[in-house]
Structures are given as C-alpha cells and as structure tokens.
C-alpha cells in the first residue's frame, strides 16, 4: 500500500541552525499538510499545502518556517533559525483530494532535537 | 476557539472485551472525524472517517459513531487483542478552522492496554 515517507527519522541540529526535513508524499495525493507533535502532547496543525502555495497555516507555523514541493515528488518543511522549543517529531501527511470522504495520510515523522 | 477531549487518558481492559474510547467537542460541528492509530515513535495510521451526516461506520472489529447532538464521538474495538494496544487519536475538521483544506484538530489521545 503506498505510503508518507520522511527522511531523515531524527535530526539533530544546534540551536539557530537551519534545517530542512523531507517528505515523499502519495503519488496521486494533492494536498500536504504538516503537523508537529512535542513529547507528551498532542499532534497540532502547522500548515497546508495545495496547487504550490500554503493554504492554510497555524499560529505556530512563523516567519521562522517555510515549505516547498521543489519536484514533484518532494514536499520539505524548512525552519531557518531553530530555536530550543523547536524540538519535537514532525509530521507529513497527504490527501487524495478535497473530498470529505478522504482521510489524511501520515508519515512515520522526523524527531527533531536541538541543542 | 474548538477543544477537542478524550475522555480517558489511559484504558485497562482484558482481552476479548469491548473497549469504548470517548471524543468530545465543543462549539461546532466538525463537517468530519477521523481516529487514527499511534503507536511509540510512529505517525498516526489511518482507522476509519466518519461525517457529519453519518451516524456510524464499521471496519472489520472497529466501529464508530458520531452523535452531533451529544458532540460527541464513540470509538469501539471489539474482541480486543493485546495487539490493540496503542494510543488512540480522534481528530476533526471544521470548516471555519481550515476544515475545507482537510486540517486537522486532534484530541490528546488514549492509550489503550489489552491484557492477555
């Protein structure tokens, strides 16, 4: 069955650096999100993704992060100045399409830690 | 702003039992719901989707049901197997949070034990 899948499992980086966490999306999904969960809590919207432009982005998701669909199969989320709290496992997901019937698809997540 | 709970943080049952998890909401009604599986280090996996106009879905043991009256969704596992253990998330999309792009609002989870 296809699936999410992001690259690396676990990132480790020193605070202020940029890091950049891949995803490869289903094939013939349309939309892409990214969530972040922090340990111990729950998972929590940070944006969507859709037609090459974000459609919707949380409080969370600041000028500090961006993503990209550089090909068209990659879907990256870069944060440029990392910050301690930053830490947390990120997850991709995708959607077929708009429909209601249509779940979201998640990826196995990127643990992040800094430093 | 909408706020999503599950009613149990933690869920003992014995194998073969029934387990009932709880998700409810307040103010509006999500347009869907969906329950995922997590399991330690992993992504949430996909379970069963249900809508606002539905009132009860079935997937092999699993079944859920929506009451939009009560805001209020019931997961049920039936015939549990130590297998079944793991956290379990409901999560939901409004329309007026960005519910029309499929984002979703999650609850903090259940963490189900099934005891041999």
């Known amino acids: 069955e296809p699936e999410v899948t992001q690259t690396p499992s676990h990132q480790v980086t020193q605070m202020g650096q940029e890091v950049i966490l891949r995803c490869v999306p289903i094939?013939?999904?349309?939309?892409f999100y990214w969530y972040r969960q922090i340990l111990g809590q729950k998972v929590e919207f940070l944006v969507s993704?859709?037609?090459?432009?974000?459609?919707?982005k949380s409080e969370i998701f600041d000028d500090q992060f961006s993503v990209e669909r550089p090909d068209g199969s990659n879907f990256t989320l870069k944060i440029r100045s990392t910050k301690l709290e930053d830490s947390a496992m990120y997850f991709c997901?995708?959607?077929?399409?708009?429909?209601?019937?249509?779940?979201?698809?998640f990826g196995d997540g990127t643990r992040l830690s800094i430093l | 702003s909408q706020k999503i709970e599950q009613n149990s943080e933690a869920l003992n049952i014995q194998e073969g039992k029934t387990a009932t998890l709880t998700c409810n909401y307040t103010?509006?009604?999500?347009?869907?719901l969906q329950w995922y599986r997590q399991d330690p280090g992993r992504g949430p996996v996909f379970l069963l989707l249900?809508?606002?106009?539905?009132k009860e879905k079935r997937k092999e043991r699993l079944k859920v049901t929506f009451d939009t009256t009560l805001k209020q969704s019931l997961f049920h596992i039936t015939a549990s197997q130590p297998a079944d253990s793991a956290t379990y998330l409901c999560?939901?999309?409004?329309?007026?949070?960005?519910?029309?792009?499929?984002?979703?609002?999650f609850g903090k989870g259940t963490k189900l034990s099934v005891k041999p």
């Open positions: 997901a995708s959607r077929r399409n708009k429909k209601s019937n249509q779940p979201q698809h």
């Open positions: 094939s013939n999904h349309l939309y």
């Open positions: 993704f859709y037609n090459n432009e974000i459609s919707e």
């Open positions: 103010n509006y009604s999500p347009a869907y």
């Open positions: 249900i809508r606002e106009n539905e």
């Open positions: 999560a939901l999309a409004f329309l007026d949070y960005g519910g029309s792009q499929g984002n979703l609002i």
